[in-house]
């Protein structure tokens, strides 16, 4: 019968909604939720209290309606945190797909906060006053930055691809290596976007070896493309041999088809001038004889998710003119911020300083080093005497697919367990840097945390993280 006198302190809901301490709620988030934020505090209570009714009695009403609305506050203003928790990435991949790719440089975030707040001329010409094309603010740029006559933009590379095959392949077949039937991790494997967009297949060569005469033989009067597909994330070594571009696009262009490449990353400038792994441009596969070339907005070129198709002027009208292109567009922030990061390019030379990705990609080894002796000391007393904690030589991966194999060299923070010490004791800690609430992700290799401090550039606010542990 406790439960019952305990269950009688409980105010009614429409009291508790009078607390001091909930007004600002009901400002900030409107009656309804903060009501049933209440409702919910008080369901919790009751089962407390028919559990052990004698914690409760000594309370007054007072007491436990203030109880419940501090409760009732926490929980609305946990429903209401944003949707995404920014995390550092120390996982030692630049782009991580998992951790939302690219970063953008202020100048893009800008741009795309205008568009999303204002009426804009997405697809109205200022000019005559009449309907625009909401491809055409970007078209100029693009075409300047990679030679191509023509583009367009859709949702990212994959839709990309699905839209250039449907438009210029459906039912009718599209010749590709053996080598290059990929899949780009989730469900984007060739053959089955192939087979979605209603193009049909026709394998050509062997895994490690297709030549120049095995796509002559392969034409027929059915074959509407020949395609090359950008090995991201794969290599293929040993006894290979794989047809040069320039070769693919004279045997498709003499039978008077179009020939097409999926680049993936798609850069707009040679990494190699920046001390990075050569990977092929834009400009050159164009060069080579591309009639157009798909690649990702986000990927080498660290942008907002997009895709790109560039080439042939009346290829890319007849993509265009496409029903699915509707389905596949960008919304007007995406354009703002995807214009505003490509007018970077026009200044190959400062890109290192203003696009982010290089920012991290070009580090020095010198300014991760002078960072790691900065921030260790803190990393140390935050893991405690239970871990080891070292400077370690490491790999940083570019990722997402872009110079797969190709890794630079960086430097981490290892924390490793001390002998007699468990494995669970490890991931614990790593959940526990999870946890933190700007979650500090890492690699768990070999019983040892590694921290790449290679993308790191709030250092105190990762020490302040690391107090918090
Ligand atoms: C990454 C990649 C894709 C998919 O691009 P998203 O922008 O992730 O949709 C397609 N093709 C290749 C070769 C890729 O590397």
């Known amino acids: 019968m406790s439960d019952q006198r305990a269950f009688a302190l409980i105010p009614p809901v429409d009291s508790i909604l009078k607390e001091q301490v909930v007004h600002s709620a009901i400002t900030a988030y409107g009656r309804e939720p903060v009501k049933l934020a209440i409702r919910s505090e008080v369901e919790i209570l009751r089962r407390e209290m028919a559990r052990a009714a004698g914690e409760f009695l000594n309370h007054s009403r007072e007491e436990i309606g203030q109880r419940v609305a501090e409760a009732a506050v926490l929980r609305i203003e946990s429903e209401y945190q944003p949707l995404f928790r920014p995390v550092f990435n120390l996982t030692g991949t630049v782009i991580h797909t998992n951790l939302g790719r690219s970063r953008l440089p202020d100048s893009a975030i800008a741009a795309m906060a205008i568009a999303a707040g204002e009426a804009v001329d997405l697809e109205y010409n200022l000019h005559t006053g009449k309907r625009g094309d909401r491809d055409a603010h970007l078209e100029g740029l693009i075409c300047e930055l990679t030679g191509a006559e023509a583009a367009t933009v859709v949702n990212n590379n994959a839709a990309a ?172 922030t995406v354009l703002a911020g995807l214009l505003s990061v490509l007018q970077l390019y026009r200044d190959p030379e400062s890109l290192p300083q203003r696009l982010p990705l290089l920012v991290d990609l070009t580090r020095s080894l010198q300014e991760i080093d002078a960072s790691i002796a900065r921030i260790l000391p803190v990393v140390s007393e935050a893991v405690g005497d239970a871990f080891a904690v070292e400077i370690i030589d490491c790999k940083s991966q570019i990722g997402s697919g872009a110079l797969p194999l190709e890794l630079m060299p960086s430097r981490a923070i290892s924390v490793s367990l001390r002998p007699g010490q468990s494995d669970a004791a490890l991931t614990k800690l790593a959940a526990r840097l999870r946890a933190l609430p700007k979650p500090i992700i890492g690699r768990l290799s070999d019983g040892s945390l590694i921290l790449d401090v290679r993308c790191l550039r709030d250092e105190q606010g990762f020490c302040e993280q690391l107090l918090r542990l």
């Open 161 to 332: 691809v699905v839209l250039l095959l449907n438009t210029l392949a459906r039912e009718r077949e599209v010749l590709i290596s053996r080598g290059e039937l990929v899949e780009i991790g989730g469900a984007f494997r060739i053959p089955d976007v192939m087979e979605s967009a209603g193009a049909i297949l026709r394998e050509v060569g062997t895994t490690n070896r297709t030549h120049a005469r095995d796509f002559e033989s392969a034409l027929t009067p059915k074959t509407a493309l020949v395609m090359k597909v950008h090995a991201s994330n794969y290599e293929i070594r040993g006894f290979t041999s794989a047809v040069p571009e320039s070769v693919l696009a004279d045997i498709a262009h003499n039978a008077g088809i179009p020939f097409v490449s999926d680049l993936g990353s798609g850069c707009l400038v040679d990494m190699a001038r920046f001390g990075l792994p050569p990977e092929p441009t834009v400009r050159a596969t164009i060069e080579a004889g591309a009639d157009l070339v798909t690649f990702s907005g986000d990927k080498l070129l660290g942008g907002p998710q997009s895709g790109i198709i560039v080439g042939r002027a009346d290829l890319i009208k007849r993509i265009k003119a496409n029903p699915l292109k509707r389905a596949l567009r960008v919304d007007k």
